[in-house]
């Protein structure tokens, strides 16, 4: 059984409890699989990038087969800019979006949960013919100052890995939701010296694990989300604090998705 998210932004939980920590976000137009039902909740795995957590079940939309094999056979559009209004056709209600956000149709249209016509102006649907490292930096530098939010997926708050994701989800590549996963993709980077724009740096704690991630603007610079989102010197040894100038996270590898070239 499947749902989609027609609502702006869904909290996906530890447990099946409002109390229990968040997570991640399931975005406008992801869909999920539902694996298991408890009460008023759903343990569902997000079709995108199978992450897999808690959802009260009155914030989805229940699919039926059909619908859903429909909805997998459309193209998908993302949204472009980190924040975007929609407006009710019949009416005055209107809703805000994040980046990132799904549509399944050609057409500017969706439902929402109340089956209300909402419109979105097709120049906020934007398609990239290629991915460049200048375009990945460029959607990155939008979300510049949104706070740090654990398990956060938009302007309004988000995390590290939550941060490279919905960037590259715009720019048409799907990558995993945490940055332990995040650094099993793409080619290795030798050097820090030999990074590009785009490319991602890793970074790990005491006991080896790698626990934060970032996009590289070149060999001297990096946007990531840590307090909020910035952008921070980096050497060999790792992130430069702008605040306290000592390193606040350690370099341990750099990964490469997309050529520059």
């Not at 009710?88 to 805000?96: L, S, T, V």
């Amino acid at each position: 059984m499947h749902a989609i998210n027609l609502l702006p932004l869904v909290p996906v939980r530890a447990g099946d409890s409002e109390r229990s920590e968040m997570t991640s976000q399931l975005l406008y137009g992801e869909t999920v699989t539902i694996l298991e039902s408890a009460d008023r909740w759903l343990f569902v795995e997000n079709t995108a990038d199978q992450y897999r957590g808690w959802v009260d079940k009155k914030m989805l939309k229940l699919l039926t087969e059909a619908e859903y094999m429909s909805i997998s056979e459309q193209k998908v559009q993302t949204l472009y800019y980190p924040l975007v209004e929609c407006e009710n056709n019949n009416g005055a209600e209107k809703m805000y979006l994040p980046g990132g956000s799904r549509l399944y149709s050609s057409s500017n249209k969706v439902k929402s949960h109340n089956n209300v016509d909402m419109t979105f102006d097709p120049i906020l649907q934007m398609f990239l013919p290629e991915i460049k490292g200048s375009k990945v930096i460029g959607i990155a530098n939008m979300y510049l100052n949104a706070p740090y939010l654990w398990g956060g997926k938009s302007l309004l708050g988000i995390d590290c890995s939550g941060l490279v994701q919905v960037v590259f989800s715009i720019c048409g590549l799907q990558l995993p939701r945490d940055a332990s996963q995040q650094v099993e993709k793409g080619d290795l980077v030798n050097f820090l010296g030999e990074a590009q724009q785009g490319d991602l740096a890793f970074f790990d704690n005491e006991a080896g694990n790698i626990t934060h991630v970032g996009i590289l603007l070149d060999a001297t610079q990096i946007i990531h989300a840590s307090g909020w989102v910035k952008i921070e010197n980096i050497d060999s040894n790792g992130i430069i604090s702008s605040q306290t100038g000592e390193y606040s996270h350690k370099l341990r590898v750099i990964k490469r998705l997309i050529n520059n070239h």
